[in-house]
């Protein structure tokens, strides 16, 4: 990116308690850098706020190595005086961040838990959108990409990208609203969108008299800051179309024949054959959506980079749907109101939503929460005891039943065992919630939890 951000992200640490050998009388001290090291640290989504498992951490010098576990969590074990732990991640690498690096503290001390972690949000705006306050009202996102010509070498400069998300107003308000921004690429082929919707998905096109793209999903996540890189295709000429080639597979990576398979921006389509795989000619390069459906499956849809020479080894993934047998109904049970919207909010985009499968994965609430995106909870004096907090380490809105409760260590979340959870909703602000769930003057996320008892009551 411009400026050279992200190789000039530098990342702060914190350290933890290591193993100190103590000689014995008369023994001979071997010098410092010869001297074992434990470290136990933590690798950390700080976009995200949550932590980054199945990080691979590579101590300096010595080259040992470990994998961080779901909660982040890590420990090395070298023999000798560990001066920086190096760190690669699926997340980071996919943003361009590349390595994660924490350096050990000056002096002749242990490392004392050190944080291997992506940097923060603030930290990217700061780099990203120079000059440009970030908002507190859920428009302090950052969409940033690449634009490349179908070749798949060549930046292309001065193209007019456009980026539209349907507008979070209130749970209560129907009609659709969208919000759009538009920019260009600059010398480089490089493009930044400041102040894009936190939550939510968008779509993205980019065109110019000479190259297009379609329309491209930008999907939700829970980090703020996300990246897409885009391949124009050219309008006119012999490199405007390709051939695409490819597989229709489930989600067991089985072939999946007869399915129907889609390009956006592109009129035909066409039918895998008994082995799922399928050829289409003059698909128009550039990137697209791709999708297949079939009767009985669920219909998945990703980008696709449509290059000059073609798309070879594609496999489109659609999940098996669940068949609904005939059963017979002996009772009639009217939703409650609360019941009902959850229903409806589930379906708007507003909120992330779990249900009890989540927790369940979990020895204790506590973990559950903190492995969700956006919150995370901070333990109190008394084992058990926590309160939630939202992004920029706010105390976050708490409700339980659609009645509010204090965000103290106590709170009823911390009581609640994971059993009797229903679902749970999280919404990144106020403004994004439900107005049945807005507290004046907070701009913290808010957490709702429903309970077995109060979902599935009769009514």
Known sequence: MRGGFWQAVTVSSCVMAGLVVVPSIGAQISPLS????????????????????????????????????????????????????????????????????????????PWERPIVATP??????????????????????????????????????????VLQWQAVKSILDTTPKFETMTVRSDSLGSFIFCGVQEFGPAALVASSSQYRTDNVLVEAD???????????????????????????????GASVPAAMVMFGGFKTEIMSGPNGRFTINNVPTGSRMVSARKIGFVTGAKQLDVLESGVTGLEVL??????????????????????????????????????????????????????????????????????????????????????????????????????????????????QAPARFQTAGNQCAVVVVWTKQHINARR
């Open 318 to 431: 659609v999940e098996k749907g669940t068949l609904v047998e005939q059963v017979n109904v002996r009772a009639t049970r009217i939703k409650s109101r609360d019941a009902t919207e959850l229903d409806e909010r589930k379906g708007s985009g507003l909120g992330r939503f779990v249900d009890s499968t989540h927790f369940v994965k979990y020895a204790e609430v506590r973990q559950a929460l903190d492995l969700l995106p956006g919150i995370r909870t901070q333990v109190g004096r008394v084992p058990g005891d926590f309160v939630i907090r939202g992004r920029s380490n706010c105390m976050a809105s708490l409700w339980v039943n659609a009645v509010r409760e204090p965000n103290t260590p106590d709170n009823l979340i911390a009581r609640l065992p994971k059993s009797e959870i229903a679902a749970l909703e999280i919404f990144n602000n106020e403004m």
């Open 34 to 109: 010869q001297r074992p090291d434990t470290i136990r640290g933590l690798a950390y989504d700080s976009l995200a706020f949550r932590p980054m498992g199945g990080a691979l951490i590579t101590a300096e010098p010595g080259g040992e190595t470990a994998a961080s576990d779901s909660l982040g969590r890590f420990t090395i074990y070298s023999a000798q005086r560990v001066m920086r732990l190096v760190a690669f991640h699926e997340r980071a690498d996919r943003l361009g961040l590349g390595e994660l690096i924490a350096t050990r503290p000056a002096g002749d001390g």
């Open 222 to 252: 829970a980090a703020s800051l996300r990246r897409v890189d885009l391949i124009l295709g050219a309008t006119t000429g012999p490199t405007s179309a390709a051939t695409v080639q490819g597989r229709v597979v489930d989600e067991n």
């Open 120 to 161: 923060g949000m603030n930290t990217a705006w700061a780099r990203l959108c120079t000059g440009q306050r970030r908002p507190s009202n859920g428009m302090g996102g950052i969409l940033f990409g690449s634009t490349t010509a179908a070749d798949g070498t060549t930046r292309v400069a001065g193209v007019g990208l």
